[in-house]
């Protein structure tokens, strides 16, 4: 393709993702294909020859279109978002063009440099410590995987990096129970051990329960184990719990125990001055990380990643071939020694473009809106007799099931809500997923997708009302 064909193309798509976006509601929000649907339309084996673009822009909208999820749906409630927009796009095609790797400052001095600043921002946007710098990560797992890497590296005094476990005690790490499963992935990768994970019961609202924690920590003392390091969450991923970091930071003071706080998804949340109060303790946690690429407008990858000490940071991941060394050394970041990758797409661009474009104000109103939609589609649920309300709604998720009546045996009330989702995600006019607490098939609906308005949820009301109405009158018939 020569770069006439590029230009005339790249209208062309331009015009196709903004009907796209302006359409986005016309598509089902989640793919209605089956199982192999998608492959069994793919040529086995790649075509020997050049073919045109169109031709393979046809197969796109063909093959590709129908077997799509689409995140971009204002009537996308499932898992937690994935959220783009216009500036954040318009990042990413310059992103593509420029095709930098940004793994160390001289391959590309503005894009470290635009990270550096646009982690400030965001520090101050959030209002962590003053002292914590950002880097920015794939994705939140990568992220508290390095904290975990971090934190063994300072425990053992980098005796882990140099020659293994081997003479090291056996070290043990805390979440809760409703912790999300990338903890248990970071453990097994960063070589504990699934069995040195301590899973923390959870209070009546899902959150860590700080004596347990205690408990654990000095049993685990007490039996030769060496606690490494905790890690306690604002806002879980099934129902957006928030442990109290105040008391579980004394516990990781008392015992010089690393502290990292995931708020993966209700990071942003932290941009409103009335949920600042989650941030109390921040000044005693060691990392902290949030996704942008989930609430925060900024499609995916972005996950803002910060750290008390950077330098132990890149102590724990530094390497130095002759073929990497500059002569900037240290008055610059070389981030490719800030996290597990060498390889770095140019990601602050779009936090750039979003954060100028929206403003903090911009994006303050948004979060907000968001928050108080939610809070009324609650409310709506606790007043609704055939409804039950499973969790505190803390941010925009919401956690209910149908509930037609005390006498229902509890495993028919667990299939006919998931008859309900399944019904309600067939139909294509809306996404939900489940989740199970204390046990019980628990139905979320998170309202934080970019488009979504009042209108979505309205409509989303009323589907989920008529729809539960429906499967009632099934049973009594
Ligand atoms: C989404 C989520 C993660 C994982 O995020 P990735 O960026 O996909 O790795 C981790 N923790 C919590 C609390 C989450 O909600």
Not at 370 to 381: D, K, L, R, S, V
Not at 445 to 450: E, L, N, P, S
């Amino acid at each position: 393709m020569d770069n006439k064909e590029f230009r005339k193309y790249a209208h062309e798509l331009v015009d196709w993702m903004a009907d796209f976006l302006e359409n986005v509601e016309s598509y089902p929000v989640r793919s209605q294909v089956e199982p192999k649907d998608i492959i069994k339309q793919l040529p086995e084996a790649p075509p020997a020859v050049s073919e045109s673009f169109p031709e393979i822009f046809a197969d796109f909208e063909r093959i590709i279109m129908p077997g799509m999820t689409h995140w971009q749906h204002p009537s996308f409630h499932a898992y937690f978002p994935g959220n783009a927009s216009p500036p954040s796009l318009l990042a990413e095609m310059l992103t593509a063009t420029l095709g930098a790797q940004c793994m160390i400052w001289q391959t590309s001095p503005a894009a470290a440099e635009l990270e550096e600043q646009m982690m400030n921002w965001l520090r101050e946007m959030l209002g962590l410590p003053a002292g914590f710098t950002g880097v920015i990560q794939d994705t939140a797992s990568t992220a508290t995987l390095c904290a975990m890497l971090t934190a063994r590296e300072k425990a053992s005094d980098f005796r882990v990096n140099q020659q293994g476990f081997y003479k090291e005690p056996t070290y043990t790490i805390y979440c809760s129970e409703q912790t999300h499963s990338s903890i248990e992935k970071g453990v097994k990768i960063a070589g504990f051990g699934k069995e040195h994970l301590r899973k923390i019961a959870t209070d009546e609202n899902f959150a860590l329960i700080p004596e347990a924690l205690a408990k654990a920590v000095a049993d685990d003392i007490a039996a030769g184990y060496h606690p490494l390091c905790v890690i306690a969450t604002i806002g879980t991923t099934s129902s957006t719990a928030c442990d109290p970091v105040v008391p579980i930071a004394e516990i990781c003071r008392a015992h010089n125990i690393w502290l990292h706080v995931d708020a993966a998804f209700a990071g942003t949340a932290l941009i409103l001055p009335e949920m600042k109060h989650y941030t109390e303790g921040f000044k005693y946690i060691d990392s902290f990380v949030f996704n942008p690429h989930k609430w925060m407008f900024t499609n995916f990858d972005c996950s803002a990643y910060f750290v008390k000490d950077p330098a132990m940071l890149v102590r724990t991941f530094e390497i130095l071939p002759e073929y990497l060394k500059t002569k900037e050394g240290s008055q610059v970041n070389d981030y490719r020694d800030w996290g597990i990758p060498l390889g770095r797409r140019f990601r602050a661009l779009k936090l750039w473009f979003v954060i100028r474009t929206y403003g903090v104000e911009g994006l303050q109103k948004a979060i907000r809106k968001h928050i108080t939609m939610a809070q009324e589609f609650g409310e709506w649920i606790t007043a609704s007799p055939n409804f039950e309300l499973l969790a505190l709604v803390n941010f925009n998720t919401v956690c209910f099931r149908l509930i037609p009546s005390d006498s229902m045996p509890a495993e028919a009330v667990d299939n006919l809500n998931e008859q309900l989702l399944e019904n309600l995600n067939n139909s294509g006019k809306i996404y939900l997923t489940q989740t199970r607490l204390n046990g019980i098939y628990t139905i979320r609906i998170v309202i934080g997708q970019t488009n979504v308005e009042q209108r979505h949820v309205d409509a989303a009301r009323s589907l989920i009302a008529t729809e539960a109405d429906r499967l009632l009158a099934s049973l009594n018939e």
